[in-house]
């Protein structure tokens, strides 16, 4: 059975998972990169080092963010945001920084999943590597699932 997510559970997906990925575009060029993030029922928040998703974010702040959960090929759910990209600074930054922490204080995650090493949100670099906190403010939300046991409800088990 194939059906759509309704909007608390395409929320409750948003805020439950802790990887997305995000489609930017510009200059007839398309990009599509994971990320490790954390939601606040209206945005998603992000924090990476310089690189081509920044920059082609910045060029072209119109993306898509695409966020699932997978039990098998047959039993998964799946949201697709469409959203603008706002680079951070100041205390924004810091409450992204705060937000992306306390997403990921009982996962295990990598060296670059989140700003763990020390960074100060106000020197925004570490070394010789500048890091940058954004945040997309969704504008649209759908989302998808499928199951294998059809049940008459339209909603998945959550």
């Known amino acids: 059975m194939i059906g759509q997510l309704s909007l608390p559970d395409i929320d409750n997906l948003l805020h439950n998972e802790v990887i ?12 599509i990169v ?6 606040d029922g209206e945005a998603i928040f992000g924090y990476s080092p310089e690189g081509l998703k920044l ?3 910045r ?20 949201v697709i945001a469409h959203g603008i990209f706002q680079e951070l600074s100041g205390a924004a930054t810091e409450e992204a920084v705060r937000k992306i922490r306390a997403r990921f204080v009982s996962q295990r995650v990598s060296a670059t999943a989140v700003p763990s090493h020390g960074l100060d949100p106000h020197a925004r670099s570490l070394g010789r590597i500048r890091f940058s906190a954004y945040r997309i403010i969704l504008e649209t939300k759908t989302g998808r699932f499928e199951r294998s046991d059809p049940v008459e409800t339209s909603n998945p088990p959550s």
């Open 59 to 78: 060029e072209n702040p119109k993306v898509c963010v695409e966020v699932d959960h997978i039990d098998d090929p047959a039993n998964w759910r799946c």
């Open 34 to 39: 994971p990320v490790t993030y954390a939601y």
């Open 55 to 57: 920059t082609m974010m």
């Open 20 to 31: 997305a990925r995000i489609g930017c575009h510009t200059n007839g060029y398309t990009y």
